[in-house]
């Protein structure tokens, strides 16, 4: 890169790297939640079909929005590069390069839920960025380009090179000065930690896991699911950081009176606390994405029946703060399961990833339908009348779970010894609870397995059974039998559109 035509492109992104941190810095300091890029990366989501979304969640699992972001940075690279090149010949080229790009990003910001003129502040200052470091940048760059084509006699070659280096330079300390700047500035979540490590809720007790309901097999899912393993699924690139103060519920829409609540509000309320099972509706056959909990928090069932529904309502639309929605029976909020605003998980206050500081929990419910994290909205109305997140993804409108079974113990592909063996798993089917579970090998008779104990419908149930392998490979078999006398169905579904379904099968090999 000894001439100054082989430095456009760099030019154009080292110019695209200020503008990004500069843009970046200003997000954090007026508090607003979503920087360009990340309003974008979700706009991504948002537009992105359901079958799309599912490959991404498949192949890349929690990882899946990091590649989002590292491929919109590395598209923006190439673009930047791009515009470095028309800014030699056609500047107006470079300047509406920038000017779409910096449209691309107010659109998205601005179909966010309630925006306000402050959040595009950030790309006007990120535009100006972009515009004034690639003006200096060009500047150098073709007085270089003069020196080399004998233009300009009088210039001097390393001199006209060394101030290009030189603004360059300061392109990048701008660059670095706005990355530190948006870092330090960063203080939402610090507050919400910080708040959330301060928080005492009075009514919210340690769990203590019940008597009888392990199995005492090693390999076995823990009972209570520990805070930082529990699986984790959200459309969020930068997850809502709400500080108890400053969370407010609002309950509208087909009801009789309005309701709203602050945090103070909510937590002055009767507590009720309860092991819940949540299992997500992406979670294949044998997959990992359940967990158990102690989860604390209000009944919806009574501030429901205080909004007092009107006839005709079937449906609430729950909104997240970042705009996230989901379509839940009514009937589902207002029966006799503890659905809840839940305030604690494993007698602790939320997490923020789990929703702090209040989210939805309904038992019986894939979290597609029923499981908002950081909930601030609530509307009663008719599932006629709305669409919401997933389901216009192609996912089905209501979503209550299907009885699963795993094998966890042995492993699939496990070397064992031949003779007896012994079995283990869980079996879950919240709201109606698990009666028995059955293991077969290599097609045989159904065997039934030995449960463990159960504090109520809505957990999961620890398995264990004894089979005798002679050597040889075998293929191992669960399935379920519900409260109701049902048999889990054998029928291989994909989780698309309500759930997957299928008896979970592992193969071993034993030797003698």
């Not at 601005?110 to 960025?129: E, F, W």
């Not at 979540?189 to 199995?215: F, H, K, M, N, Y």
Request: glycine letters at 10%; a negative charge; aromatic letters at 8%.
């Amino acid at each position: 890169m000894r001439t100054s035509r082989a430095w456009w492109p760099p030019a154009g992104v080292l110019a695209g790297a200020g503008g990004l941190a500069t843009s970046y810095a200003v997000a954090e300091l007026l508090h607003v939640r979503d920087s360009p890029v990340v309003a974008v990366a979700e706009g991504v989501i948002a537009l992105t079909p359901g079958k799309v979304a599912k490959w991404a969640i498949d192949t890349f699992g929690t990882d899946d929005k990091l590649v989002l972001i590292l491929g919109i940075l590395a598209i923006l690279v190439v673009v930047f590069g791009l515009i470095g090149r028309w800014a030699h010949r056609r500047w107006w080229a470079a300047a509406s390069g920038y000017a779409v790009l910096a449209g691309v990003a107010a659109l998205a910001v601005l179909t966010k839920p309630t925006p306000s003129l402050i959040d595009l502040a950030p790309i006007v200052v990120g535009l100006l960025t972009w515009l004034v470091a690639l003006a200096l940048l060009a500047e150098w760059l073709r007085r270089w380009e003069l020196v080399e084509d004998g233009d300009d006699p009088a210039a001097e070659p390393m001199h006209t090179r060394r101030h290009f280096f030189l603004v360059a330079g300061a392109v990048a300390a701008v660059a670095a000065a706005g990355g530190l700047v948006g870092r330090v500035a960063s203080s939402a979540r610090r507050r919400a930690e910080q708040s959330r490590r301060l928080l005492r809720i009075e009514g919210v007790t340690a769990p203590a896991v019940p008597d009888g309901v392990v199995v005492g097999v090693e390999g076995v899912s823990p009972w209570q699911t520990p805070n930082d393993d529990f699986y984790l699924i959200d459309t969020a690139i930068i997850r809502p950081t709400i500080a108890p103060a400053d969370w407010e519920l609002r309950i509208h829409g087909m009801v009789e009176r309005e309701i709203r609540l602050s945090y103070a509000d909510l937590v002055r309320r009767e507590i009720t606390e309860d092991w819940i099972t949540l299992s997500c509706v992406s979670n294949e056959v044998g997959g990992e994405l359940v967990g158990n909990a102690w989860w604390s928090g209000v009944r919806l069932a009574a501030l429901l029946a205080e909004a007092g529904p009107r006839e005709g309502a079937d449906a609430v639309l729950q909104t997240s703060e970042d705009g996230w929605t989901c379509g839940t029976p009514l009937a589902a909020l207002m029966d006799e399961r503890n659905a809840m605003l839940a305030v604690a998980m494993n007698g602790e206050p939320l997490p923020i990833e789990h929703g702090f500081p209040v989210r939805t929990i309904v038992p019986g419910l894939y979290g597609y339908v029923s499981a908002t994290k950081w909930v601030v909205d609530m509307e009663v109305t008719r599932f006629a009348d709305i669409t919401a997140y997933w389901t216009d993804k192609g996912w089905a409108e209501h979503g209550p779970v299907k009885p699963a079974s795993t094998i966890e113990v042995p492993g699939d592909g496990a070397d064992v010894p031949a003779g007896e063996l012994v079995c283990a798993g869980v079996a879950w089917f919240q709201h109606t609870g698990i009666a028995a579970v059955e293991v077969q090998v290599d097609g045989g008779p159904w065997r039934r397995a030995s449960l463990a104990a159960t504090p109520n419908v809505d957990t999961w149930v620890q398995w264990r059974a004894v089979v005798d392998l002679p050597p040889g490979e075998h293929l191992l078999r669960v399935r379920a039998v519900d409260a109701e006398g049902r048999t889990q169905t054998g029928v291989v579904a994909d989780v698309l559109p309500d759930g997957a379904t299928g008896w979970h099968t592992i193969g071993v090999t034993a030797k003698a």
